[in-house]
């Protein structure tokens, strides 16, 4: 059942008399230049005893005209809940001090099902905000489709990549290092013997120190470590097999449509031993303390930041924001791209989507991240169209472990980048939150 009810709230804006009414009303004119604005109230996530209420102001350059703003309730697959209309009016006594004019109102929303919504403002013809919201996404129940097979898929790919001799090299870049850490370009061989290159920034003093391995978005280009990603801290970025650094040596096309025949012939299986064989790397040098290693990354890079996490108990806590490849059958739903190239690369090999999604299930983190067994961090944008909110929470909701996430309302799939100083500092405190101090 779901219940909508939009109300007006008297007598709590006192410098606005000219409010929004919830009364039907004909419109008599839709002004030009109308803006809305919608306070961005618990982040715009709301649960049962926060009822979905959108504190909403509509601005107008000139006074005496009214019309009726319409507001529509879909899920995030575009699916109709409920339209509303509110009246306003924008009278001479409304006049704000900045100049133009002013109403002001309460939408409230009811009971929902847990999940993620769209919410339309329009007025005539023009739709003036169009929003995400959620509602208990903890609750939202992503099915597992894992099959019988999982673990032993697994067990045996990091049997293989054991078998790999890693020959770590290491390339001093003088020109990136700085009296704090000294920078390196890096080495290694993984899965398949395919070669890993990537940066390691490392304090020189002899001390040691911990680690934060940052990986990799969706053929992203490699960027050295700045002295104030995780100052005074080892850090190693990396991309998986064939993207960034190892775009040049690219033997896969369009990753995520790779071997799609076979779970053992697909790209990720590969690009997932590659993040184990980093935290190899970084227990491997003399500047890493042995004890605190955190990940993190962005969309695919927060995606392979809980596949580590998921594969490798070394890793001590996890920093996703955004993450890419969760509930691949949804995800497909909900964004064109990059299930079209999928779906291509499907019908070239006369395979049927089934057996595409038989193969994806063996990489799909709502399948992967029940393993996981440290605290982890999730950062998310809600006005996220390329990896949404409904994906990352099917990789959130399985996890065990000590868990919170942090809600960026009015950020997309550049929340990371929106919020950068804001998240890596909320992370460091995360990761210190959580670190060991002895070998005990």
Same mark, same amino acid.
């Given at each position: 059942?779901?219940? #909508?009810?939009?109300?007006?709230?008297?007598?709590?804006? @006192?410098? $606005?008399?000219?409010?929004?009414?919830?009364?039907? %009303?004909?419109?008599?004119?839709?002004?030009?230049?109308?803006?809305?604005?919608? $306070? @961005?109230?618990?982040?715009?996530?709301?649960? @049962? &005893?926060?009822?979905?209420?959108?504190?909403?102001?509509?601005?107008?350059?000139?006074?005496?005209?009214?019309?009726?703003?319409?507001?529509?309730?879909?899920?995030?697959?575009?699916?109709?809940?409920?339209?509303?209309?509110?009246?306003? %009016?924008?009278?001479?006594?409304?006049?704000?001090?900045?100049?133009?004019?002013?109403?002001?109102?309460?939408?409230?929303?009811?009971?929902?099902? /847990?999940?993620?919504?769209? $919410?339309?403002?329009?007025?005539?013809?023009?739709?003036?905000?169009? #929003?995400?919201?959620?509602?208990? /996404?903890?609750?939202?129940?992503?099915?597992?489709?894992?099959?019988?097979?999982?673990?032993?898929?697994?067990?045996?790919?990091?049997?293989?990549?054991?078998?790999?001799?890693?020959?770590?090299?290491?390339?001093?870049?003088?020109? @990136?290092?700085?009296?704090?850490?000294?920078?390196?370009?890096?080495?290694?061989?993984?899965?398949?013997?395919?070669?890993?290159?990537?940066?390691?920034?490392?304090?020189?003093?002899?001390?040691?120190?911990?680690?934060?391995?940052?990986?990799?978005?969706?053929? %992203?280009?490699?960027?050295?470590?700045?002295?104030?990603?995780?100052?005074?801290?080892?850090?190693?970025?990396?991309? /998986?097999?064939?993207?960034?650094?190892?775009?040049?040596?690219?033997?896969?096309?369009?990753?995520?449509?790779?071997?799609?025949?076979?779970?053992?012939?697909?790209?990720?299986?590969?690009?997932? $031993?590659?993040?184990?064989?980093? #935290?190899?790397?970084?227990?491997?040098?003399?500047?890493?303390?042995?004890?605190?290693?955190?990940?993190?990354?962005?969309?695919?890079?927060?995606?392979?930041?809980?596949?580590?996490?998921?594969?490798?108990?070394?890793?001590?806590?996890?920093?996703?924001?955004?993450?890419?490849?969760?509930?691949?059958?949804?995800?497909?739903?909900?964004?064109?791209?990059?299930?079209?190239?999928?779906?291509?690369?499907?019908?070239?090999?006369?395979?049927?989507?089934?057996?595409?999604?038989?193969?994806?299930?063996?990489?799909?983190?709502?399948?992967?991240?029940?393993?996981? &067994?440290?605290?982890?961090?999730?950062?998310?944008?809600?006005?996220?169209?390329?990896?949404?909110?409904?994906?990352?929470?099917?990789?959130?909701? /399985? #996890?065990?472990?000590?868990?919170?996430?942090?809600?960026?309302?009015?950020?997309?799939?550049?929340?990371?980048?929106?919020?950068?100083?804001?998240?890596?500092?909320?992370?460091?405190?995360?990761?210190?939150?959580?670190?060991?101090?002895?070998?005990?």
């Amino acid at each position: 059942m779901i219940r #909508i009810r939009l109300s007006l709230v008297m007598g709590i804006f @006192a410098a $606005a008399p000219a409010m929004l009414s919830v009364t039907p %009303a004909t419109a008599q004119e839709t002004p030009k230049n109308l803006q809305l604005r919608i $306070a @961005a109230d618990r982040n715009w996530i709301f649960d @049962a &005893e926060h009822p979905a209420r959108f504190a909403l102001e509509l601005n107008s350059p000139k006074p005496g005209i009214a019309g009726e703003l319409q507001i529509d309730i879909r899920t995030d697959f575009g699916e109709p809940i409920t339209s509303r209309k509110a009246a306003y %009016a924008f009278t001479v006594d409304s006049a704000t001090v900045k100049g133009g004019f002013r109403s002001r109102a309460n939408a409230e929303i009811g009971v929902l099902s /847990p999940g993620f919504y769209q $919410a339309y403002f329009i007025a005539g013809a023009d739709t003036l905000r169009h #929003i995400f919201f959620g509602y208990e /996404p903890e609750r939202i129940v992503s099915e597992p489709d894992g099959k019988a097979d999982l673990k032993k898929f697994w067990r045996k790919t990091l049997a293989e990549l054991k078998g790999v001799a890693p020959d770590y090299r290491m390339t001093p870049l003088a020109d @990136a290092s700085t009296p704090e850490r000294a920078v390196y370009e890096v080495q290694m061989q993984s899965l398949e013997g395919e070669t890993l290159r990537g940066y390691w920034a490392v304090p020189e003093d002899g001390r040691k120190y911990p680690a934060v391995v940052v990986y990799q978005g969706y053929g %992203a280009t490699t960027w050295i470590p700045k002295p104030t990603d995780y100052p005074g801290w080892c850090v190693l970025v990396i991309p /998986p097999r064939g993207q960034g650094l190892n775009k040049t040596w690219n033997r896969f096309g369009e990753w995520i449509s790779y071997g799609l025949d076979s779970p053992w012939h697909y790209y990720y299986r590969g690009a997932f $031993a590659d993040t184990v064989r980093s #935290i190899d790397f970084v227990f491997a040098q003399s500047g890493f303390d042995g004890r605190n290693l955190f990940a993190t990354g962005i969309s695919q890079g927060g995606g392979l930041t809980l596949v580590a996490a998921s594969l490798d108990r070394r890793v001590r806590a996890a920093a996703p924001i955004v993450p890419f490849l969760g509930d691949f059958p949804d995800y497909f739903r909900l964004v064109p791209w990059p299930a079209s190239l999928v779906f291509e690369g499907a019908e070239k090999q006369h395979l049927t989507r089934e057996a595409v999604f038989n193969l994806l299930s063996y990489f799909d983190l709502k399948n992967l991240c029940r393993r996981i &067994e440290c605290p982890v961090l999730m950062g998310f944008g809600l006005q996220d169209v390329i990896t949404p909110p409904h994906t990352n929470f099917a990789a959130y909701n /399985p #996890i065990r472990a000590p868990k919170r996430w942090i809600c960026y309302p009015e950020s997309g799939h550049h929340a990371a980048y929106d919020n950068m100083d804001i998240w890596i500092a909320e992370s460091t405190r995360f990761f210190r939150t959580h670190m060991k101090t002895s070998n005990r």
